[in-house]
Protein backbone atom coordinates (compact mmCIF):
# COMPACT_ATOMS: atom_id res chain seq x y z
CA UNK A 1 0.00 0.00 0.00
CA UNK A 2 2.50 2.24 0.92
CA UNK A 3 4.73 1.97 -2.56
CA UNK A 4 1.14 2.35 -4.55
CA UNK A 5 1.01 5.55 -2.34
CA UNK A 6 4.24 6.87 -3.23
CA UNK A 7 3.53 5.91 -6.97
CA UNK A 8 0.34 7.28 -7.45
CA UNK A 9 1.87 10.83 -5.56
CA UNK A 10 4.94 10.63 -8.13
CA UNK A 11 2.28 10.55 -10.56
CA UNK A 12 0.46 12.92 -9.62
CA UNK A 13 3.19 15.47 -9.14
CA UNK A 14 4.52 14.34 -12.78
CA UNK A 15 0.79 15.05 -13.69
CA UNK A 16 0.99 18.72 -12.03
CA UNK A 17 4.57 19.31 -13.64
CA UNK A 18 3.41 18.60 -16.70
CA UNK A 19 0.68 20.96 -16.46
CA UNK A 20 2.43 23.22 -15.33
CA UNK A 21 4.94 23.61 -17.89
CA UNK A 22 2.46 23.42 -20.53
CA UNK A 23 0.40 26.87 -18.99
CA UNK A 24 3.77 28.70 -19.02
CA UNK A 25 4.37 27.68 -22.54
CA UNK A 26 0.57 29.20 -23.62
CA UNK A 27 1.35 32.33 -21.87
CA UNK A 28 4.67 32.23 -23.51
CA UNK A 29 3.13 32.04 -26.48
CA UNK A 30 0.59 34.44 -25.79
CA UNK A 31 2.79 37.39 -24.44
CA UNK A 32 5.06 37.11 -27.69
CA UNK A 33 2.03 37.60 -29.28
CA UNK A 34 0.75 40.49 -27.43
CA UNK A 35 4.28 41.74 -28.65
CA UNK A 36 4.11 41.65 -31.90
CA UNK A 37 0.87 43.22 -31.99
CA UNK A 38 2.17 46.34 -30.28
CA UNK A 39 5.14 45.75 -33.23
CA UNK A 40 2.36 45.86 -35.80
CA UNK A 41 0.35 48.77 -34.41
CA UNK A 42 3.61 50.76 -33.81
CA UNK A 43 3.81 50.89 -30.20
CA UNK A 44 7.66 49.95 -30.76
CA UNK A 45 8.36 50.49 -27.13
CA UNK A 46 5.76 48.25 -25.51
CA UNK A 47 7.01 45.47 -27.72
CA UNK A 48 10.93 45.99 -26.69
CA UNK A 49 9.51 46.02 -23.37
CA UNK A 50 7.06 43.13 -23.97
CA UNK A 51 9.50 41.12 -26.04
CA UNK A 52 12.04 41.69 -23.36
CA UNK A 53 9.74 40.19 -20.40
CA UNK A 54 9.08 36.99 -22.58
CA UNK A 55 12.66 36.37 -22.17
CA UNK A 56 13.40 34.12 -24.64
CA UNK A 57 15.85 34.48 -27.81
CA UNK A 58 12.14 35.16 -30.09
CA UNK A 59 11.26 37.60 -27.52
CA UNK A 60 14.36 39.11 -27.29
CA UNK A 61 15.20 39.29 -31.04
CA UNK A 62 11.64 41.40 -31.18
CA UNK A 63 12.58 43.33 -28.64
CA UNK A 64 15.95 45.01 -30.13
CA UNK A 65 14.13 45.24 -33.65
CA UNK A 66 11.25 46.98 -31.74
CA UNK A 67 13.64 49.48 -29.66
CA UNK A 68 15.96 49.86 -32.72
CA UNK A 69 12.94 51.45 -34.51
CA UNK A 70 11.86 53.04 -31.83
CA UNK A 71 14.91 55.28 -31.32
CA UNK A 72 15.96 55.58 -34.50
CA UNK A 73 12.57 56.59 -36.02
CA UNK A 74 11.00 58.14 -33.11
CA UNK A 75 12.44 58.82 -29.59
CA UNK A 76 15.14 61.94 -29.54
CA UNK A 77 18.68 62.68 -30.63
CA UNK A 78 19.09 63.15 -26.76
CA UNK A 79 18.32 59.70 -25.88
CA UNK A 80 18.84 57.78 -29.14
CA UNK A 81 22.29 56.63 -28.44
CA UNK A 82 21.45 54.92 -24.85
CA UNK A 83 18.66 53.02 -26.59
CA UNK A 84 19.98 51.76 -29.23
CA UNK A 85 22.65 50.71 -26.67
CA UNK A 86 20.28 48.71 -24.97
CA UNK A 87 18.69 47.07 -28.25
CA UNK A 88 22.36 45.63 -28.96
CA UNK A 89 22.58 44.35 -25.57
CA UNK A 90 19.35 42.63 -26.03
CA UNK A 91 20.55 41.34 -28.92
CA UNK A 92 23.30 39.74 -27.83
CA UNK A 93 21.48 38.16 -25.01
CA UNK A 94 18.67 36.80 -27.39
CA UNK A 95 21.82 35.61 -29.66
CA UNK A 96 23.19 33.51 -26.50
CA UNK A 97 20.31 32.27 -25.60
CA UNK A 98 19.89 30.52 -28.77
CA UNK A 99 22.91 30.91 -31.43
CA UNK A 100 20.63 29.20 -34.00
CA UNK A 101 18.45 31.89 -34.25
CA UNK A 102 19.42 33.63 -37.51
CA UNK A 103 17.02 36.32 -36.58
CA UNK A 104 18.65 37.34 -33.48
CA UNK A 105 21.78 37.43 -35.33
CA UNK A 106 20.06 39.94 -37.53
CA UNK A 107 19.03 41.82 -35.33
CA UNK A 108 22.03 42.29 -33.78
CA UNK A 109 23.67 43.49 -36.75
CA UNK A 110 20.90 46.01 -37.27
CA UNK A 111 21.14 47.12 -33.89
CA UNK A 112 24.95 47.73 -34.30
CA UNK A 113 24.39 49.33 -37.36
CA UNK A 114 22.08 51.92 -35.82
CA UNK A 115 24.14 52.14 -33.09
CA UNK A 116 27.71 53.00 -35.24
CA UNK A 117 25.29 55.73 -36.77
CA UNK A 118 24.32 57.41 -33.35
CA UNK A 119 27.82 57.04 -32.44
CA UNK A 120 29.81 58.47 -35.80
CA UNK A 121 31.90 57.15 -38.24
CA UNK A 122 35.02 57.47 -36.50
CA UNK A 123 34.29 56.02 -32.94
CA UNK A 124 32.46 53.07 -35.10
CA UNK A 125 35.67 52.25 -37.03
CA UNK A 126 37.72 52.25 -33.94
CA UNK A 127 35.67 49.84 -32.30
CA UNK A 128 35.40 47.80 -35.12
CA UNK A 129 31.72 47.65 -35.99
CA UNK A 130 32.24 47.00 -39.37
CA UNK A 131 33.34 43.77 -38.79
CA UNK A 132 30.74 43.18 -36.25
CA UNK A 133 27.82 43.94 -38.39
CA UNK A 134 29.15 42.18 -41.38
CA UNK A 135 30.02 38.88 -39.09
CA UNK A 136 26.21 38.90 -37.31
CA UNK A 137 24.73 39.15 -40.89
CA UNK A 138 26.52 36.40 -42.23
CA UNK A 139 26.13 33.95 -39.56
CA UNK A 140 22.48 34.68 -39.78
CA UNK A 141 22.77 34.04 -43.36
CA UNK A 142 24.48 31.01 -42.83
CA UNK A 143 21.88 29.90 -40.18
CA UNK A 144 19.12 30.42 -43.34
CA UNK A 145 20.46 31.09 -46.49
CA UNK A 146 16.98 31.86 -48.00
CA UNK A 147 16.53 34.94 -45.14
CA UNK A 148 15.30 37.79 -47.59
CA UNK A 149 16.07 40.35 -45.02
CA UNK A 150 19.91 39.38 -44.21
CA UNK A 151 20.67 39.35 -47.98
CA UNK A 152 19.46 42.92 -47.68
CA UNK A 153 21.32 44.13 -45.06
CA UNK A 154 24.41 42.35 -46.75
CA UNK A 155 24.15 44.22 -49.92
CA UNK A 156 23.50 47.51 -47.65
CA UNK A 157 26.86 46.72 -45.81
CA UNK A 158 28.80 46.55 -49.13
CA UNK A 159 27.21 49.35 -50.63
CA UNK A 160 27.51 51.77 -47.76
CA UNK A 161 31.38 50.85 -47.19
CA UNK A 162 31.74 51.47 -51.57
CA UNK A 163 29.64 54.46 -51.76
CA UNK A 164 31.29 56.41 -48.39
CA UNK A 165 35.01 54.64 -49.01
CA UNK A 166 35.43 54.04 -52.37
CA UNK A 167 35.74 51.05 -54.20
CA UNK A 168 40.05 50.89 -53.63
CA UNK A 169 39.88 51.64 -49.84
CA UNK A 170 36.39 49.32 -49.06
CA UNK A 171 37.24 46.46 -50.97
CA UNK A 172 40.83 46.89 -48.98
CA UNK A 173 40.08 47.53 -45.72
CA UNK A 174 37.23 45.91 -45.57
CA UNK A 175 36.66 44.07 -48.22
CA UNK A 176 33.64 45.44 -49.19
CA UNK A 177 32.45 45.12 -53.45
CA UNK A 178 30.24 46.68 -55.62
CA UNK A 179 29.40 43.28 -57.26
CA UNK A 180 28.34 41.41 -54.02
CA UNK A 181 26.16 44.81 -52.95
CA UNK A 182 24.62 44.47 -56.23
CA UNK A 183 24.23 40.84 -56.09
CA UNK A 184 23.03 40.69 -52.20
CA UNK A 185 20.82 43.06 -53.10
CA UNK A 186 19.27 41.49 -55.93
CA UNK A 187 18.62 38.35 -54.15
CA UNK A 188 16.50 40.07 -51.41
CA UNK A 189 14.58 41.19 -54.55
CA UNK A 190 14.20 37.80 -55.87
CA UNK A 191 13.42 36.81 -52.31
CA UNK A 192 10.73 39.04 -51.68
CA UNK A 193 9.71 41.12 -54.14
CA UNK A 194 6.71 41.85 -51.95
CA UNK A 195 8.00 43.30 -48.70
CA UNK A 196 8.28 47.16 -49.06
CA UNK A 197 11.64 47.07 -47.22
CA UNK A 198 13.13 44.76 -49.89
CA UNK A 199 12.76 47.31 -53.27
CA UNK A 200 12.60 50.65 -50.64
CA UNK A 201 16.17 49.81 -49.59
CA UNK A 202 17.21 48.24 -52.82
CA UNK A 203 17.10 51.79 -54.48
CA UNK A 204 18.72 53.28 -51.17
CA UNK A 205 21.61 51.02 -51.78
CA UNK A 206 21.88 51.20 -55.11
CA UNK A 207 22.64 55.29 -54.76
CA UNK A 208 24.75 54.61 -52.23
CA UNK A 209 26.91 53.31 -54.76
CA UNK A 210 26.39 55.71 -57.68
CA UNK A 211 23.43 57.79 -57.86
CA UNK A 212 24.26 59.04 -61.88
CA UNK A 213 24.56 55.37 -62.51
CA UNK A 214 21.79 54.04 -61.09
CA UNK A 215 19.11 56.51 -61.10
CA UNK A 216 16.52 54.89 -62.77
CA UNK A 217 16.80 51.75 -61.56
CA UNK A 218 16.38 53.51 -58.26
CA UNK A 219 13.00 55.49 -58.89
CA UNK A 220 11.79 51.93 -60.32
CA UNK A 221 12.37 50.35 -57.30
CA UNK A 222 10.80 53.00 -55.16
CA UNK A 223 8.13 53.40 -57.26
CA UNK A 224 7.43 49.57 -56.03
CA UNK A 225 7.85 50.39 -52.95
CA UNK A 226 5.20 53.22 -52.70
CA UNK A 227 3.09 51.23 -54.40
CA UNK A 228 3.54 48.18 -52.03
CA UNK A 229 0.56 48.37 -49.30
CA UNK A 230 1.89 49.02 -45.80
CA UNK A 231 0.92 45.91 -43.79
CA UNK A 232 2.50 47.21 -40.62
CA UNK A 233 3.35 50.39 -38.90
CA UNK A 234 6.77 50.00 -39.84
CA UNK A 235 6.18 49.28 -43.56
CA UNK A 236 4.39 52.87 -42.92
CA UNK A 237 7.42 54.74 -41.37
CA UNK A 238 9.24 52.91 -44.48
CA UNK A 239 6.30 54.40 -46.71
CA UNK A 240 7.02 57.53 -45.81
CA UNK A 241 10.43 56.95 -46.67
CA UNK A 242 10.60 56.09 -50.17
CA UNK A 243 7.94 59.20 -51.41
CA UNK A 244 10.39 61.43 -50.15
CA UNK A 245 13.21 59.44 -51.94
CA UNK A 246 11.13 59.00 -54.93
CA UNK A 247 10.32 62.81 -55.22
CA UNK A 248 14.23 63.58 -54.80
CA UNK A 249 14.72 61.75 -57.52
CA UNK A 250 12.15 63.69 -59.53
CA UNK A 251 9.48 60.43 -59.61
CA UNK A 252 6.67 62.21 -58.56
Known sequence: MKGQAVQVAGCAAG????????????????????????????????????????????GLALAARSLTI?????????????????AVEMARKAVRSAPGN????????????RYAQAIGPFEAANRGYAEKI?????????????????HLSLGRWHAELV????????????????????????????LAPNAKAVPFEYAVGLLALDEDEYREQARGLLKRAVELPARDAYEGLLHKKAVKRLRALGGG
Not at 102 to 113: T, V, W
Open 163 to 190: GTAGSFLARLTYGAREKHALASLERAFE
Open 70 to 86: HAYYIAGKHEREALLER
Open 15 to 58: FLLSCCLALAGTAGAQAIDEAREAYTQGRFADAARMGEAVGTSK
Open 102 to 113: ADAHLQLAHALG
Open 134 to 150: REATETALRLDPDMASA
